[in-house]
Protein backbone atom coordinates (compact mmCIF):
# COMPACT_ATOMS: atom_id res chain seq x y z
CA UNK A 1 0.00 0.00 0.00
CA UNK A 2 1.63 3.72 -0.83
CA UNK A 3 2.10 5.88 1.95
CA UNK A 4 -0.39 8.66 0.22
CA UNK A 5 -3.28 5.47 0.95
CA UNK A 6 -2.73 4.73 4.14
CA UNK A 7 -2.68 8.20 5.40
CA UNK A 8 -6.12 8.80 4.06
CA UNK A 9 -7.16 5.74 5.65
CA UNK A 10 -5.52 7.07 8.86
CA UNK A 11 -7.67 10.21 8.18
CA UNK A 12 -10.86 8.73 7.53
CA UNK A 13 -10.08 6.37 11.29
CA UNK A 14 -9.62 10.07 12.82
CA UNK A 15 -13.19 11.18 11.93
CA UNK A 16 -16.23 10.32 14.05
CA UNK A 17 -18.67 9.30 11.36
CA UNK A 18 -21.41 7.29 13.90
CA UNK A 19 -24.72 7.17 11.85
CA UNK A 20 -26.43 10.38 11.24
CA UNK A 21 -22.64 12.27 11.83
CA UNK A 22 -21.03 11.38 8.44
CA UNK A 23 -20.73 15.02 7.36
CA UNK A 24 -17.38 15.51 8.84
CA UNK A 25 -16.45 12.60 6.97
CA UNK A 26 -17.93 13.28 3.35
CA UNK A 27 -16.58 16.79 3.50
CA UNK A 28 -12.76 15.18 4.22
CA UNK A 29 -13.66 12.51 1.26
CA UNK A 30 -14.49 15.55 -0.93
CA UNK A 31 -11.19 17.51 0.02
CA UNK A 32 -9.02 14.79 0.04
CA UNK A 33 -9.55 12.00 -3.00
CA UNK A 34 -7.23 13.24 -5.92
CA UNK A 35 -9.27 11.94 -8.70
CA UNK A 36 -8.36 14.28 -12.24
CA UNK A 37 -11.46 12.60 -14.46
CA UNK A 38 -14.16 11.62 -11.96
CA UNK A 39 -17.29 13.57 -12.22
CA UNK A 40 -18.91 13.89 -8.47
CA UNK A 41 -22.28 13.81 -7.80
CA UNK A 42 -23.49 15.23 -4.40
CA UNK A 43 -26.50 13.74 -2.95
CA UNK A 44 -28.46 15.29 0.45
CA UNK A 45 -29.84 12.22 2.17
CA UNK A 46 -31.62 14.45 4.45
CA UNK A 47 -30.74 13.99 8.08
CA UNK A 48 -27.67 16.60 7.80
CA UNK A 49 -25.48 13.72 5.93
CA UNK A 50 -24.97 12.96 1.85
CA UNK A 51 -24.03 10.51 -0.52
CA UNK A 52 -21.04 10.77 -2.68
CA UNK A 53 -21.16 9.40 -6.63
CA UNK A 54 -17.85 9.61 -8.40
CA UNK A 55 -18.71 8.65 -11.89
CA UNK A 56 -15.99 7.49 -14.82
CA UNK A 57 -18.56 8.02 -18.14
CA UNK A 58 -22.13 5.87 -17.61
CA UNK A 59 -20.94 3.73 -14.82
CA UNK A 60 -22.06 -0.33 -16.20
CA UNK A 61 -19.95 -1.23 -12.57
CA UNK A 62 -20.05 0.36 -9.71
CA UNK A 63 -18.19 -0.38 -6.41
CA UNK A 64 -20.25 0.95 -2.88
CA UNK A 65 -19.88 1.31 0.84
CA UNK A 66 -21.24 3.12 3.73
CA UNK A 67 -19.78 6.03 5.75
CA UNK A 68 -21.08 5.43 8.96
CA UNK A 69 -20.12 3.29 11.72
CA UNK A 70 -21.95 1.76 14.63
CA UNK A 71 -21.10 3.78 18.21
CA UNK A 72 -19.54 4.39 20.27
CA UNK A 73 -16.07 6.04 18.01
CA UNK A 74 -13.22 4.51 18.88
CA UNK A 75 -10.18 6.44 17.53
CA UNK A 76 -7.53 4.58 15.54
CA UNK A 77 -4.32 2.70 16.85
CA UNK A 78 -1.94 1.11 14.31
CA UNK A 79 0.10 -2.11 15.29
CA UNK A 80 2.68 -3.82 13.61
CA UNK A 81 3.47 -7.48 12.90
CA UNK A 82 7.43 -7.15 11.97
CA UNK A 83 10.08 -4.65 13.68
CA UNK A 84 10.06 -2.41 10.87
CA UNK A 85 6.59 -0.64 11.35
CA UNK A 86 6.26 -1.34 7.37
CA UNK A 87 3.08 -0.21 6.12
CA UNK A 88 2.45 -3.37 4.63
CA UNK A 89 2.59 -5.53 8.17
CA UNK A 90 0.19 -3.15 9.67
CA UNK A 91 -3.32 -3.83 11.55
CA UNK A 92 -5.52 -0.54 12.33
CA UNK A 93 -7.71 -0.83 14.59
CA UNK A 94 -10.74 1.25 15.86
CA UNK A 95 -14.47 1.64 14.76
CA UNK A 96 -15.06 1.52 11.38
CA UNK A 97 -11.75 -0.01 10.57
CA UNK A 98 -12.96 -2.70 8.78
CA UNK A 99 -16.66 -1.63 8.27
CA UNK A 100 -17.01 -0.12 6.62
CA UNK A 101 -13.73 2.75 6.31
CA UNK A 102 -11.44 -0.03 5.00
CA UNK A 103 -14.03 -0.75 2.16
CA UNK A 104 -13.75 2.79 1.35
CA UNK A 105 -9.95 2.34 1.48
CA UNK A 106 -10.05 -0.87 -0.78
CA UNK A 107 -12.70 1.20 -3.27
CA UNK A 108 -10.54 4.41 -3.58
CA UNK A 109 -7.20 2.35 -4.25
CA UNK A 110 -8.28 0.69 -6.75
CA UNK A 111 -10.34 3.19 -8.48
CA UNK A 112 -6.96 5.14 -8.49
CA UNK A 113 -5.78 2.71 -10.34
CA UNK A 114 -8.80 2.05 -13.11
CA UNK A 115 -8.54 5.42 -13.41
CA UNK A 116 -4.55 5.77 -14.14
CA UNK A 117 -5.17 2.79 -16.57
CA UNK A 118 -7.80 4.59 -18.71
CA UNK A 119 -10.67 2.71 -17.35
CA UNK A 120 -14.20 4.43 -17.58
CA UNK A 121 -18.02 3.72 -17.11
CA UNK A 122 -17.28 3.29 -13.99
CA UNK A 123 -18.70 4.24 -10.36
CA UNK A 124 -17.77 4.76 -7.04
CA UNK A 125 -20.47 5.29 -3.96
CA UNK A 126 -20.29 6.63 -0.58
CA UNK A 127 -23.37 6.44 0.81
CA UNK A 128 -24.63 7.64 4.44
CA UNK A 129 -26.90 5.65 7.50
CA UNK A 130 -26.58 2.19 6.04
CA UNK A 131 -26.09 1.28 10.23
CA UNK A 132 -29.75 2.38 11.24
CA UNK A 133 -32.14 1.90 7.99
CA UNK A 134 -29.74 2.41 4.81
CA UNK A 135 -31.71 5.62 4.56
CA UNK A 136 -28.64 6.80 2.05
CA UNK A 137 -29.17 3.81 -0.34
CA UNK A 138 -32.77 4.04 -0.21
CA UNK A 139 -32.21 7.60 -1.61
CA UNK A 140 -29.36 6.63 -4.02
CA UNK A 141 -31.37 4.57 -5.27
CA UNK A 142 -33.18 6.23 -7.75
CA UNK A 143 -30.37 8.41 -9.45
CA UNK A 144 -28.77 5.03 -10.87
CA UNK A 145 -29.50 4.07 -14.46
CA UNK A 146 -28.23 1.59 -16.91
CA UNK A 147 -25.99 -0.01 -14.04
CA UNK A 148 -25.05 -3.49 -14.89
CA UNK A 149 -23.23 -4.68 -11.40
CA UNK A 150 -23.08 -3.35 -8.04
CA UNK A 151 -20.35 -4.54 -5.78
CA UNK A 152 -21.41 -3.97 -2.17
CA UNK A 153 -18.59 -3.45 0.40
CA UNK A 154 -18.70 -5.44 4.03
CA UNK A 155 -16.18 -7.25 6.00
CA UNK A 156 -16.62 -10.78 4.12
CA UNK A 157 -12.81 -12.12 5.29
CA UNK A 158 -11.84 -11.66 1.12
CA UNK A 159 -15.04 -13.90 0.26
CA UNK A 160 -17.14 -13.23 -2.48
CA UNK A 161 -20.79 -13.90 -0.93
CA UNK A 162 -23.16 -15.97 -2.87
CA UNK A 163 -26.34 -15.68 -0.34
CA UNK A 164 -27.55 -13.28 2.80
CA UNK A 165 -30.00 -13.15 5.17
CA UNK A 166 -32.59 -10.18 5.07
CA UNK A 167 -33.64 -8.54 7.77
CA UNK A 168 -37.11 -7.80 9.77
CA UNK A 169 -36.95 -4.84 12.44
CA UNK A 170 -39.86 -4.23 14.75
CA UNK A 171 -40.21 -1.66 17.75
CA UNK A 172 -42.88 -3.60 20.38
CA UNK A 173 -44.44 -2.26 23.04
CA UNK A 174 -46.53 -4.23 25.70
CA UNK A 175 -48.99 -2.69 28.20
CA UNK A 176 -49.56 -2.90 31.43
CA UNK A 177 -51.37 -1.16 34.59
CA UNK A 178 -49.33 1.14 36.48
CA UNK A 179 -49.81 1.19 40.39
CA UNK A 180 -48.47 1.85 43.73
CA UNK A 181 -45.60 -1.19 44.10
CA UNK A 182 -47.07 -1.47 47.87
CA UNK A 183 -50.03 -3.32 45.99
CA UNK A 184 -49.43 -4.39 42.97
CA UNK A 185 -52.21 -6.88 42.79
CA UNK A 186 -53.65 -3.54 41.47
CA UNK A 187 -51.57 -3.25 38.71
CA UNK A 188 -50.75 -5.33 35.93
CA UNK A 189 -47.11 -5.66 35.39
CA UNK A 190 -45.96 -4.68 31.80
CA UNK A 191 -42.29 -6.69 32.36
CA UNK A 192 -44.29 -9.93 33.46
CA UNK A 193 -45.88 -9.69 30.12
CA UNK A 194 -42.47 -9.09 28.57
CA UNK A 195 -41.46 -12.07 29.92
CA UNK A 196 -44.42 -14.21 28.54
CA UNK A 197 -43.64 -12.65 25.62
CA UNK A 198 -39.97 -13.54 25.44
CA UNK A 199 -40.27 -16.55 26.28
CA UNK A 200 -42.56 -17.63 23.30
CA UNK A 201 -40.13 -15.72 21.15
CA UNK A 202 -37.27 -18.26 22.62
CA UNK A 203 -39.94 -21.23 21.35
CA UNK A 204 -40.88 -20.06 18.02
CA UNK A 205 -39.96 -22.43 15.19
CA UNK A 206 -39.21 -20.79 12.38
CA UNK A 207 -38.74 -22.77 8.85
CA UNK A 208 -35.24 -24.13 8.78
CA UNK A 209 -33.71 -22.74 5.08
CA UNK A 210 -31.46 -24.71 3.29
CA UNK A 211 -29.24 -22.05 1.95
CA UNK A 212 -29.31 -19.76 4.71
CA UNK A 213 -30.07 -22.12 7.81
CA UNK A 214 -31.82 -20.81 11.04
CA UNK A 215 -33.88 -17.64 11.78
CA UNK A 216 -32.36 -15.44 14.26
CA UNK A 217 -33.45 -12.48 16.72
CA UNK A 218 -32.07 -10.17 18.75
CA UNK A 219 -33.87 -7.63 21.58
CA UNK A 220 -32.36 -4.73 21.88
CA UNK A 221 -33.18 -0.67 23.29
CA UNK A 222 -35.16 -2.50 26.20
CA UNK A 223 -36.84 0.50 28.31
CA UNK A 224 -39.38 0.44 31.06
CA UNK A 225 -39.17 4.60 32.52
CA UNK A 226 -41.17 3.33 35.45
CA UNK A 227 -39.96 4.44 38.95
CA UNK A 228 -38.96 2.28 41.42
CA UNK A 229 -41.61 2.01 43.77
CA UNK A 230 -44.30 1.51 40.84
CA UNK A 231 -45.45 -1.32 39.18
CA UNK A 232 -44.41 -0.49 35.04
CA UNK A 233 -47.29 -0.02 32.98
CA UNK A 234 -45.05 -0.34 29.74
CA UNK A 235 -41.86 -1.90 28.34
CA UNK A 236 -40.47 -1.08 25.00
CA UNK A 237 -38.02 -2.33 22.82
CA UNK A 238 -36.75 -3.63 19.14
CA UNK A 239 -37.19 -6.89 17.63
CA UNK A 240 -34.55 -7.63 15.11
CA UNK A 241 -35.15 -10.67 12.89
CA UNK A 242 -32.70 -11.72 10.36
CA UNK A 243 -34.47 -14.39 8.05
CA UNK A 244 -34.39 -16.50 5.22
CA UNK A 245 -35.55 -17.38 1.89
CA UNK A 246 -37.85 -20.24 3.64
CA UNK A 247 -39.14 -17.80 6.48
CA UNK A 248 -39.28 -14.31 5.74
CA UNK A 249 -42.64 -14.05 4.15
CA UNK A 250 -44.04 -16.17 7.39
CA UNK A 251 -42.45 -14.03 9.99
CA UNK A 252 -44.99 -11.10 10.43
CA UNK A 253 -48.14 -13.18 11.06
CA UNK A 254 -45.99 -15.96 13.72
CA UNK A 255 -44.92 -12.72 14.96
CA UNK A 256 -48.25 -11.28 15.49
CA UNK A 257 -49.42 -14.85 16.68
CA UNK A 258 -47.54 -15.27 19.73
CA UNK A 259 -48.55 -11.00 20.60
CA UNK A 260 -51.06 -10.78 23.65
CA UNK A 261 -54.11 -8.17 23.07
CA UNK A 262 -51.94 -5.77 24.82
CA UNK A 263 -48.94 -6.26 22.83
CA UNK A 264 -48.07 -3.45 19.64
CA UNK A 265 -45.75 -4.87 17.07
CA UNK A 266 -44.98 -2.15 14.59
CA UNK A 267 -42.96 -3.19 11.76
CA UNK A 268 -40.32 -0.41 10.71
CA UNK A 269 -38.15 -1.62 7.78
CA UNK A 270 -37.39 -5.15 6.03
CA UNK A 271 -34.92 -6.16 3.60
CA UNK A 272 -35.25 -9.30 1.49
CA UNK A 273 -32.96 -12.20 1.77
CA UNK A 274 -30.61 -11.92 -1.29
CA UNK A 275 -28.80 -14.60 -3.78
CA UNK A 276 -25.89 -12.56 -4.89
CA UNK A 277 -24.30 -12.56 -8.68
CA UNK A 278 -20.80 -14.49 -8.24
CA UNK A 279 -17.67 -15.52 -10.45
CA UNK A 280 -15.76 -18.32 -10.64
CA UNK A 281 -12.19 -18.21 -8.86
CA UNK A 282 -13.09 -17.12 -5.70
CA UNK A 283 -13.49 -18.53 -2.35
CA UNK A 284 -17.27 -17.89 -1.68
CA UNK A 285 -19.58 -17.64 1.78
CA UNK A 286 -22.75 -17.11 3.07
CA UNK A 287 -23.70 -13.94 5.47
CA UNK A 288 -26.38 -13.74 8.13
CA UNK A 289 -25.90 -9.55 8.40
CA UNK A 290 -27.61 -7.04 6.39
CA UNK A 291 -26.31 -4.69 3.81
CA UNK A 292 -27.45 -2.23 1.77
CA UNK A 293 -27.41 -4.67 -1.60
CA UNK A 294 -31.06 -5.12 -1.95
CA UNK A 295 -32.00 -1.67 -1.45
CA UNK A 296 -30.79 -1.02 -4.96
CA UNK A 297 -33.30 -2.49 -7.09
CA UNK A 298 -32.08 -0.57 -10.10
CA UNK A 299 -29.32 -2.68 -10.42
CA UNK A 300 -29.91 -6.42 -11.80
CA UNK A 301 -26.83 -7.88 -10.29
CA UNK A 302 -25.53 -7.62 -6.91
CA UNK A 303 -21.99 -8.51 -5.14
CA UNK A 304 -20.84 -8.78 -2.06
CA UNK A 305 -17.10 -8.83 -1.05
CA UNK A 306 -14.68 -7.14 1.24
CA UNK A 307 -11.47 -7.41 3.85
CA UNK A 308 -11.94 -7.66 7.18
CA UNK A 309 -14.18 -10.28 9.35
CA UNK A 310 -18.18 -9.40 10.55
CA UNK A 311 -16.53 -11.42 13.63
CA UNK A 312 -14.45 -8.02 14.55
CA UNK A 313 -16.80 -5.59 13.56
CA UNK A 314 -19.15 -3.74 16.02
CA UNK A 315 -16.75 -4.61 18.42
CA UNK A 316 -13.69 -2.98 20.88
CA UNK A 317 -11.44 -5.02 19.18
CA UNK A 318 -12.41 -3.82 14.95
CA UNK A 319 -9.30 -4.33 12.71
CA UNK A 320 -7.64 -4.54 9.36
CA UNK A 321 -5.03 -5.54 8.17
CA UNK A 322 -3.04 -3.52 5.42
CA UNK A 323 -2.19 -7.31 3.43
CA UNK A 324 -6.29 -8.09 3.61
CA UNK A 325 -7.14 -4.58 2.15
CA UNK A 326 -3.99 -5.50 -0.53
CA UNK A 327 -5.85 -8.26 -1.42
CA UNK A 328 -9.46 -6.88 -1.55
CA UNK A 329 -7.59 -4.19 -4.83
CA UNK A 330 -5.88 -7.16 -6.80
CA UNK A 331 -9.78 -8.87 -6.29
CA UNK A 332 -11.91 -6.30 -7.06
CA UNK A 333 -10.19 -5.49 -10.19
CA UNK A 334 -10.13 -9.13 -11.47
CA UNK A 335 -13.73 -8.16 -10.80
CA UNK A 336 -13.79 -5.50 -12.54
CA UNK A 337 -12.27 -7.20 -15.78
CA UNK A 338 -14.25 -10.30 -15.42
CA UNK A 339 -17.62 -8.08 -15.22
CA UNK A 340 -16.32 -5.47 -17.77
CA UNK A 341 -15.68 -8.45 -20.19
CA UNK A 342 -19.40 -9.58 -20.00
CA UNK A 343 -20.72 -6.77 -20.42
CA UNK A 344 -18.77 -5.93 -23.72
CA UNK A 345 -19.69 -9.45 -24.91
Known amino acids: MKKEIFDFYLGLMSIESTSGREARLSEYIRHTVCYKNAKLDIQQVGDGSENLFFKWGDPKIIFCTHMDTVPPYIPPTV ?168 SEKAVDSLLQELSAKDTVLLPISKSEPIMFHTEEGFNQGIVSFGSDAPLFTNVPSKLLYGPGSIFNAHTESERLTIKEIDKAVKDLKTLYLKLKKRIVC
Not at 115 to 128: A, P
Not at 130 to 159: F, H, K
Request: net charge negative; charged share 20%.
Open 79 to 246: SYNSKNNLIDDATVWGRGSCDAKGQIVSQYALSLELEKEGYSNFGILWVSGEETGSIGARQANPMINDCEYIIVGEPTENLLISAAKGTALYKVKIEGKGTHSGYPLNGDDAIKKFDDFYHKLCNLKFPFDNILGDTSWNIGMLSSQNAFNIVPSLVEFSLYVRTTFA
